[in-house]
């Protein structure tokens, strides 16, 4: 028999998470014994649990123990994580420590230290006495990378956090419920956002556009709630056709009739940039004269486009390079205070996997499959909102200007 | 070989008759001699045709004539349509004619006789020299029932009647749509139909509700836009819900959180009205004092509830035996110009059975398939809105107040 | 300050239930205090809490007595429950007892008392020393109702009975699982129950028929795997039309080819069996050879169709009279162990209004919308597959014929 | 009045090109004469069509022009396409003609040439007296871009030319369709085109590997009916951590449920093959042994995997520049006969921007709009299947291995 005691505490049964600390360790055809328990006897106040983990092999309980540290477990007895050098480039030892979204803290030479740029599915390096979060990719050949499941703490989201706000409005993802009213609570934080300097990164598919979205989402970034605008190639291409001809996708959408040779505007428009030279030249010789693009550029929004193999063109902002155009997204979320995402579930997973758990993020789709996706692949904090998104543009912007 | 020269005319082109004339010809395994063909010159000219089908069985041409007659063929040689009696009630002779959606004359003793009450499925029983469409369970013993397929004349309804305006709205389904473009061609059309004093039936589920479209359709009924409401138990009980104790499904829809015991709000809303006695009673002693059924019995606008097998209670309107439903349903449809079906797979289809062909029938639900279901089963000038309900009806109640 | 000392025991933490109790104080604008908490230290072991509620107002304090009340905790103070008589029929006092779909017992004269046919959204009554679930509308005057909180016990169901089995499968919802694993398990579980004799009723929507599983769910009910079909008059028009014609809604099912007439197939159909006089006199005839209906008749398994507003014909089984209609759904669901449901919304929500929550029940259809809506709506226990609904009967069949 | 004379012939009728035509001219604000019409007398014979377009600007007549050459319209009269310079790299004229899929000729000096690398989105450039279609990114300055409306003729697909075969099929896109009988069909198809020593390229996305396919996506590689595999990182991911730790997205296929650190388990997959230096290297070393990847390497089947915005890793394999992933896609994608796209929107669109219209393409998902989102896009040809995926394969490998 291999046991272990851990020990957690926070608000334990508010969040789910003393259900999942007994699903896994059953789970991992392991038993339990609780050792302590103490509840919160209050909201405010915080429950704390110390149990053992009992395993037939030694390999349950490790599976055990390393899944339990993702909801906050930690052993009683505190080590210093253990290091080992990545042994090439892009590659490191296989018991490596695979982040979460979730804030997280390493022990090293006694000293708990926080892990900077947290997301998922990134290792953890020791260097110069720091933490950091690094995609497979960046880790250089000798790189200290944090491996087994001593000195980490992991912190999960607590819902407790903002109860009867935020949180609670994830309950349930259905497109039977009054949009009014979430538009309204998103309205309102953006406000205090805003009011606080913080940072609102919005994320965007073309549908945007298609649906009509395009003057309001121009009115959001005219009024300074939007930071950043991450998307790709076919919102600008799409965005630059509306303004230079009226149409979307080759639809007229003053009339929502699709009109003659609309099917080559996208092309044209793509041809018109790259004759300028850029999006910006464009706008500075007077060719491009109103859109989402054209107010990034008055505005001085910084939006990143990125490539994707159905890209006709591209314009030449677009970053065909994607490792290039993956680090330029992680840099304009870096300190994002609220991210929200419209109709794009390609741009929208990317950014949930960049972001960490206590960034505010909206999603924004008619098809609720979208929504329940971005939850389903880690990004638990989503809110997902089912609805047309050129309405709810058309409302978002409308609330705020009030 | 089996021969017969059958001839149509009319916008054969514009509305893709003549491509499904030679597939059917095709499909019945059968050959076919165009003998003339006249185009229509111009946009306004209709085209003619006259063309032989031949056939290796006397049954095949059976069938392709049957078919061909729904797209506006028929002999060139007239003759009166065959009536055999009804054998027994609800039981008709094989070879009955099945109607469709569209307009049909029956020759009779020399006469063309247009069939009233047109709808799909139904069989035409000639009485007192008149042509009547009939459903099956409504037949007697001895009616007189169309047979065969001479002496009938089926005029499919030609997209080119309103070219740009409403016909081309039904080009593609799809959720990338500027849903406003709509909404001011359908709140026009309504504009229009309301001062000839047309009539406008909206059919509803109960999603306008939990949407948070309520008081928006509540507005449309005060305003004068709604003759007839059709629906079931449960867009009345929520409603009824929602205007006593601000809830739909037990959600408040003004913060858009599940709240206490709101499991029971819709049961506690039919106990209501069953004290009362009735949902106009209840308005009439005071209990009931907003929403669409307070505002339906104050505007004095008729409503259908049909029952379903779902539901709860039922309210004491709340029609649980579905031939006395459908019977109503059909009455308030009789002579509608315009046709506004909200979120109600099942309730739009059952409307989409009983109208003619030329009634603007508009569907609007957040799913693609049941927009494209309602076509697919012969509803075919129906024209698809993918959006949020509950914004459509904000949009459209906006539109019309300005 | 008004408060009151509550108790539960149970599996509080494996089923979320702890966290829905902290969270409905909180809801009700309450607060607690834990004054005794016992943690099951195993996974065998039971927990046990005694909490105080404290709130500002007598009303909250009620609120929150009666949402925790459905969660399993009670007063320690025991006293009967307070019953009121109806006022007039389908009528019953404001502060009635709405039941939940969990087993409840009700205490009556010191006696705890389990209340009989339990289903959600009923009222309670005590008759002849016995607790009975009543439909609101068969509520007589004069009717013994339970009322408010007091006397009443609910036994949520908890999760960890059959961990790692039924239980697990229902974690997610989405279109992206592997089914063959599924259709393994259920498989499995039809064997146990049919072995021991057990009932497994079927809800299937027309679906079935249009992607091809008749032949699948024909040999399901031939090996005895199908106790009851619970359905409406699509099905079974469809599936006549099938044996009859070989199409279904007009489409020819061995080739996929829309066919000559077929629009008209299924009134021909129906035609036919009113012909006969009834379903079973058309088997017995031996007008109707195959199909699901046949089998059906044949193996002596009771099928109820119930009627809906967008019904054809109907054929004379179909039960126009929902309140009829739904007696018989009732009547066959009473003491199933298994409940499976095709591809029909509407009839699978009726049924899940119906069913205690210890039924074992599958929801299957290809839009996850549908299978999310059922959970919603109160049948938390269903477990949902989105998939093909032919190809899923398909499966079914083979693995139970190995 | 301006006006130009334009002639077409082919199934003018049977393919809708008429009406087209019809609704372009009035579209375009301008009306026609018919001069002279021939029709096809019988199912064989081409119909010819002479017309006569009036407009009264110029601009209007040129957008008639331009959009009734895509429907196979020509102007009576024969002149050499214009050809301009191109201004610099990636740039064209203005008056650029934009390719459509469908197989074009342009006039020069004299002769007709037919375009190679016919695709949609592109301009045609004539270099040593070839017409070539080239992506506005490959152009470079001084290429010699053909231009305006003259001298170009496109062939529309008539769909007349398997009419009750595959084009058929095309008819509906619905989730109510017995899959069966399309799987049978395009076996059927698959296995013509293999004894044909015909190309078939799938193009799949990871939800094959979620939902079980993998298998049976292996079985048809080693059976010879794959030429080359079009993908993206993620299905290469997860088919390698599926077959190196039996999990896909860490749920266990086998028996349905989530696995302790399974969220981990991609990430060790990439780490694992970047160990190894390459797919080819790990099936070399004998680390990978089994999957859709292994099988591909072993069967000598090439296969690309384009990066994209939310890829993890990515593995060694994965073009991360995308203009360099796009070609290759094409050049795979060359004389391919066949194209079967599973579950992935991203990938499909992108195949159908480079395929021309005459490739059989066939779409599988199990969300109905992604189906009709590539016939949107102009990949008309594309015959859509809404079912599940991991079914479907298995379905189709037992289709073929029979």
Known sequence: MFSETVQAEGHLIDSDILTKIFDIIIACESTYEVLEFQIGKTNDEVSRILLSVNSKSKESLEQALGDLLLLGCRPIEENDAHLKPAEKNACVPDDFYSTTNHRTTVRHQGQWLT????????????????????????VKKGDSIVCGHEGIRVMPEFKERDRMGFAFMSNEISSERRVETSVKKIAEMMRQIKKEKGKIVFVSGPVVIHT???????????????SALLSGNALAVHDIENALFGTSLGVDLEHGLPIHEGH?????AINTINRAGSIPEAVKQGILKSGVMHDCVKANIPFILAGSIRDDGPLPETLMDLVQAQDQYAKHLQDAHMVICLSSMLHSIAVGNMLPSWVKTVCVDINPAVVTKLSDRGSAQAIGIVTDVGLF?????RELAN
Chains 1, 2, 3, 4 share one sequence.
């Open 115 to 138: 892990a900077s740029a947290q997301r998922m599915d990134a290792v953890i390096c020791i260097e110069n006495g720091q933490a950091i979060c690094r995609k497979l990719r960046d």
């Open 212 to 226: 009509g979205g395009s003057i309001y989402l121009s009115q959001l970034i005219k009024s300074g709630y939007v």
């Open 264 to 268: 080559k505007n996208h092309m044209r």
């Open 393 to 397: 543009v058309n409302m978002l912007a």
